[in-house]
């Protein structure tokens, strides 16, 4: 269950474990992004790495934005989805 756009968010043990197991391999790619532009890296590849991390992270955003959504439409909570895409749109 997620509450959303509230104070705590609460995601079912499934959504949690997915959403900690991504945060952790974009937590990796960045610490392998630091290393590459600390040792002045091939360009290109950092890049490339820029971009894996990047998407990584959007779909992990993408997962809860969609968890969040869902909650509140579930149980009609126009004014926590009102929230959600202020959010949204000032992104």
Same mark, same amino acid.
């Given at each position: 269950?997620?509450?959303?756009?509230?104070?705590?968010?609460?995601?079912?043990?499934?959504? =949690?474990?997915?959403?900690?197991?991504?945060?952790? &391999? /974009?937590?990796? %790619?960045? $610490?392998?992004?630091?290393? =590459?532009?600390?040792?002045?890296?091939?360009?290109? &590849? /950092?890049?490339? %790495?820029? $971009?894996?991390?990047?998407?990584?992270?959007?779909?992990?955003?993408?997962?809860?934005?969609?968890?969040?959504?869902?909650?509140?439409?579930?149980?009609?909570?126009?004014?926590?989805?009102?929230?959600?895409?202020?959010?949204?749109?000032?992104?």
């Amino acid at each position: 269950m997620l509450v959303c756009c509230q104070e705590i968010l609460q995601l079912d043990d499934k959504d =949690m474990d997915d959403v900690i197991l991504r945060l952790k &391999k /974009v937590n990796g %790619q960045i $610490q392998g992004l630091i290393r =590459m532009v600390e040792n002045s890296d091939n360009c290109e &590849k /950092v890049i490339v %790495q820029f $971009q894996a991390a990047k998407a990584a992270l959007d779909k992990t955003y993408s997962l809860v934005l969609d968890r969040s959504l869902k909650e509140c439409m579930s149980h009609n909570d126009t004014e926590n989805v009102g929230r959600i895409l202020k959010l949204i749109s000032k992104h």
